[in-house]
């Protein structure tokens, strides 16, 4: 059994940059996805090479930006366990109300967005509380377990198909009412159907398993402290820079075929560790590239709060119900906005952090979220 070992868990700043790039990239990719309308009709603004754009964006974002969250959503379960642990308490009933509070969150954001991973995650997270009273090297086992993506090798080795028929049904007429419906039709349909969506969407996308994976694998990062600059934790940190680089460079050139359901989640992957390990590595060696990330420490203290924003002022932007710009606007332009939108929010954050005297400690929803965390 997992027993703390007395460690003062400071604030990582580093881990509050890297949420701030998660935030800011799904937002850009929300943005390319005209936050989930893939429309029929002709898009009126286009350029020649949104196609690029829109492979580039694909490759460093999607899928890797959700990652990125779900293994600092561990890392912070992790810090608030061990911190209760110091203190002689158990932190599994608080967690489990705290989850039941993200859920809540989630019920507000699916009714803008149906592709809101909130409520998920606050299911999902409910595995940690049993795994962290396993000792580590069980630990270990289950993340090895759940990243040879094992639902999709099971389907490869044994032929078994999952039906995922429903899924698409679910988008088309979901889809149809964000490009005809009013605001209220919209949500009525997405607190209808958005939960069974994304959950349909995760097993579909080799998600599930992966999303597991990198919550346990944050969790068990935070127990190794990895993330702080200690002994020769930095020259981990390098080893997975160099592996993952390798792999995502040979990964490249692969041609995944029929093995392509399986492979391409252990793809991404890769290609996430590969982030992680570079911004990580990039920021105890360069007080130059801590000093540009500082902007997105401030960015990433507010996720919460700006992942809900985003999901509002996106769908007004581009649902029928607001400026409809899902056929307005080709990829590029779409990339454009989602800009405007992380530079719009940025700029609140800061407001909110640095606002002279009134400057607050967390985001407005953070604080609320930890308020009812710990009523007693």
């Given at each position: 059994?997992?027993?703390?070992?007395?460690?003062?868990?400071?604030?990582?700043?580093?881990?509050?940059?890297?949420?701030?790039?998660?935030?800011?990239?799904?937002?850009?990719?929300?943005?390319?996805?005209?936050?989930?309308?893939?429309?029929?009709?002709?898009?009126?603004?286009?350029?020649?090479?949104?196609?690029?754009?829109?492979?580039?964006?694909?490759?460093?974002?999607?899928?890797?930006?959700?990652?990125?969250?779900?293994?600092?959503?561990?890392?912070?379960?992790?810090?608030?366990?061990?911190?209760?642990?110091?203190?002689?308490?158990?932190?599994?009933?608080?967690?489990?109300?705290?989850?039941?509070?993200?859920?809540?969150?989630?019920?507000?954001?699916?009714?803008?967005?149906?592709?809101?991973?909130?409520?998920?995650?606050?299911?999902?997270?409910?595995?940690?509380?049993?795994?962290?009273?396993?000792?580590?090297?069980?630990?270990?086992?289950?993340?090895?377990?759940?990243?040879?993506?094992?639902?999709?090798?099971?389907?490869?080795?044994?032929?078994?198909?999952?039906?995922?028929?429903?899924?698409?049904?679910?988008?088309?007429y979901i889809m149809g009412v964000h490009?005809?419906?009013?605001?209220?039709?919209n949500a009525v349909a997405n607190l209808?159907?958005?939960?069974?969506?994304?959950?349909?969407?995760?097993?579909?996308?080799?998600?599930?398993?992966?999303?597991?994976?990198?919550?346990?694998?944050?969790?068990?990062?935070?127990?190794?402290?990895?993330?702080?600059?200690?002994?020769?934790?930095?020259?981990?940190?390098?080893?997975?820079?160099?592996?993952?680089?390798?792999?995502?460079?040979?990964?490249?050139?692969?041609?995944?075929?029929?093995?392509?359901?399986?492979?391409?989640?252990?793809?991404?992957?890769?290609?996430?560790?590969?982030?992680?390990?570079?911004?990580?590595?990039?920021?105890?060696?360069?007080?130059?590239?801590?000093?540009?990330?500082?902007?997105?420490?401030?960015?990433?203290?507010?996720?919460?709060?700006?992942?809900?924003?985003?999901?509002?002022?996106?769908?007004?932007?581009?649902?029928?119900?607001?400026?409809?710009?899902?056929?307005?606007?080709?990829?590029?332009?779409?990339?454009?906005?989602?800009?405007?939108?992380?530079?719009?929010?940025?700029?609140?954050?800061?407001?909110?952090?640095?606002?002279?005297?009134?400057?607050?400690?967390?985001?407005?929803?953070?604080?609320?979220?930890?308020?009812?965390?710990?009523?007693?």
């Open positions: 059994m997992y027993k703390t070992r007395n460690l003062p868990n400071t604030r990582i700043d580093v881990a509050d940059a890297l949420r701030g790039i998660a935030v800011a990239g799904i937002i850009l990719y929300h943005s390319v996805e005209h936050f989930d309308v893939f429309t029929q009709k002709p898009i009126l603004h286009t350029l020649s090479f949104d196609q690029t754009v829109a492979q580039v964006m694909a490759w460093l974002l999607s899928g890797k930006m959700y990652g990125i969250f779900a293994m600092l959503f561990g890392l912070s379960f992790f810090i608030m366990n061990d911190n209760q642990q110091q203190k002689g308490r158990s932190f599994a009933g608080r967690f489990a109300w705290r989850m039941c509070l993200l859920f809540g969150f989630g019920l507000v954001n699916v009714a803008f967005y149906d592709g809101d991973i909130l409520m998920l995650y606050a299911v999902y997270g409910l595995v940690l509380i049993p795994i962290s009273y396993l000792p580590s090297r069980a630990v270990w086992c289950i993340i090895g377990l759940l990243a040879i993506q094992p639902i999709e090798l099971f389907c490869l080795l044994t032929g078994k198909t999952i039906d995922n028929s429903t899924l698409f049904q679910l988008y088309g490009e005809n419906g009013t605001f209220w039709e209808q159907y958005g939960f069974e969506l994304n959950f349909r969407y995760n097993i579909f996308s080799g998600r599930l398993t992966q999303l597991l994976c990198l919550f346990i694998l944050g969790m068990q990062l935070g127990r190794q402290r990895l993330f702080y600059n200690e002994g020769k934790h930095l020259h981990y940190w390098h080893l997975i820079l160099c592996a993952s680089l390798v792999l995502v460079i040979t990964l490249s050139f692969v041609n995944f075929g029929s093995i392509a359901l399986w492979l391409g989640p252990t793809y991404n992957l890769m290609i996430l560790l590969m982030i992680v390990s570079a911004v990580v590595s990039a920021w105890y060696a360069f007080k130059g590239v801590r000093r540009a990330l500082h902007h997105l420490c401030i960015f990433g203290r507010m996720s919460l709060t700006n992942y809900l924003l985003q999901s509002i002022i996106g769908c007004f932007v581009f649902y029928n119900y607001g400026l409809a710009c899902y056929y307005k606007v080709g990829t590029t332009y779409a990339v454009l906005i989602g800009l405007a939108m992380v530079i719009g929010q940025y700029a609140f954050c800061r407001y909110w952090f640095l606002g002279g005297r009134n400057g607050h400690q967390r985001g407005p929803l953070e604080g609320l979220w930890r308020k009812l965390t710990w009523l007693s």
